[in-house]
Each structure stands twice: as C-alpha cells, then as structure tokens.
C-alpha cells in the first residue's frame, strides 16, 4: 500500500522563524519527491522538488531527502503571514504511475 | 494567458444527473490528470492521460469518464451522480510521464444535492 503521510496541524511558527514541515512516504520505489502548497480555495501550486539525497536550496525554502530514512522534509526560513497555507508532500515513480499526495500540513504564521 | 483551464468553476445539481467538466492546458504538456479533493482537503489522483492514452485509473467508479479528443484537452463525464461525488476536482498537466511540475487548474467545485 503506497502512503504518504504528514503531520495534519496546525503547525504555528512565529514571523521570522523557521518553519519545518515533514513528510515520510511507504514505498521505497518512490524517486521524485514534491512539495505543493495550496491556499485556501485554490489550487495547488509546485514549490519544489527534489530526487537526491541531500538537500535542495530555493530561496526561503529547502527541501531535504532522506531516501533510507523513506522521510522529506521542507524548511521556511524567515517565515512570513504570507506562508500561512496547507502544504502537500507527493511523491512518485518515474514513471508518474504512482503519483500520491500526502494528506498535507497546516502552516500558520503568526505576525 | 491561463495555462490550465477549467470550466465551469462552481456545479450545483441533484442526485442522478449526468455532468461534465472540461479542462484545457496551453502548455504543451504530453500529460493531463482529473484528481478528487474531498471536504477533508485529501487530494487523490483519478485519471492521468498521456498523448490521450490512458494511462493511471486509479479505483474510480465506472460512472466516472475521462475523454481526451486531443493531448491539451481532458474532460471528465460524471454519471449518475451521487452525494459522494461532491468534492473538488482539479486538472492538472506536465511534461511527460514522470509527473515532473504538475500545473494545476483553479478547480471545479461540485455540490450533488
């Protein structure tokens, strides 16, 4: 059974601190790892992702990858108002076959 | 100028009816997705098309059609439709098969009364 899984939240953080959001995932085929964030009422929107071990640097974001871990994770510095959103962790197969989204977590950035 | 396009936004209807939602990319993506957001916000794949070739159909009931007349169209025919079908639907596209930077459309939100 392929799952994804997330921390529901609430997850509130202060104005300017980091946020740290994770995700872990059940099948160890999986080899591209996304993370979305979705306003409420609207689409999801691609933030980054990663297929590599380590970590992966954009801007406030990075997202990092433990694949024998079967864990990702996504980290907000200078968190801002504007963050506050429901963040998805998905992941897959090159195939795309096996495209799964976590259930998402809740960021609330208190200004 | 919208890369992902759905219509219509908003579809209100009872129970037993047949719907349809429409969905067009201008992207030139390969691959186009219907996925299901219920009340809970659980975003779950249905169909993905690519080159109008099926290609997931993951367990959706049969009332549920995907149609893709051409690789920048992919519309979803509804069936029957039940209280259960409530939710909403999002299309989304990307390049190839590998799911890379899906673009979703704003949404259809169905409410079956």
């Known amino acids: 059974q392929k799952e994804v899984e997330q921390n529901s939240g609430p997850l509130s953080v202060p104005e300017g601190a980091i946020a740290s959001l994770n995700c872990t995932y059940s099948?160890?085929?999986?080899?591209?790892f996304f993370w979305y964030r979705q306003y409420s009422g609207k689409s999801p929107e691609l933030i980054m992702f990663?297929?590599?071990?380590g970590d992966k640097e954009d801007g406030r974001f990075t997202a990092q990858l433990n694949k024998a871990s079967q864990y990702v994770s996504l980290l907000i510095r200078d968190s801002q108002p504007s963050d506050s959103a429901t963040y998805l962790c998905?992941?897959?197969?090159?195939?795309?076959?096996?495209?799964?989204f976590g259930p998402g977590t809740r960021l609330s950035v208190l200004p | 100028d919208t890369a992902v396009s759905q219509t219509p936004k908003y579809l209100v209807t009872q129970m037993g009816n047949d719907k349809s939602i429409k969905c067009e990319q201008n992207?030139?993506?390969?691959?186009m997705y219907w996925y299901k957001q219920d009340s809970k916000k659980f975003l779950k794949i249905m169909f993905s098309?690519?080159?109008?070739?099926?290609?997931i159909n993951e367990t959706v009931p049969n009332r549920f059609s995907p149609k893709s007349p051409d690789k920048a169209h992919l519309n979803l025919h509804i069936n029957s439709l039940e209280l259960g079908d409530s939710a909403v639907y999002f299309c989304?596209?990307?390049?190839?098969?590998?799911?890379?930077?899906?673009?979703f459309g704003p949404g259809t939100r169905l409410t079956v009364t």
């Open positions: 989304a596209s990307s390049r190839g098969l590998a799911g890379l930077e899906q673009y």
């Open positions: 998905a992941v897959n197969n090159n195939y795309g076959q096996n495209f799964v």
């Open positions: 990663i297929y590599s071990n």
């Open positions: 099948d160890r085929g999986s080899q591209s």
């Open positions: 098309y690519n080159n109008k070739e099926l290609i």
């Open positions: 992207l030139g993506h390969d691959t």
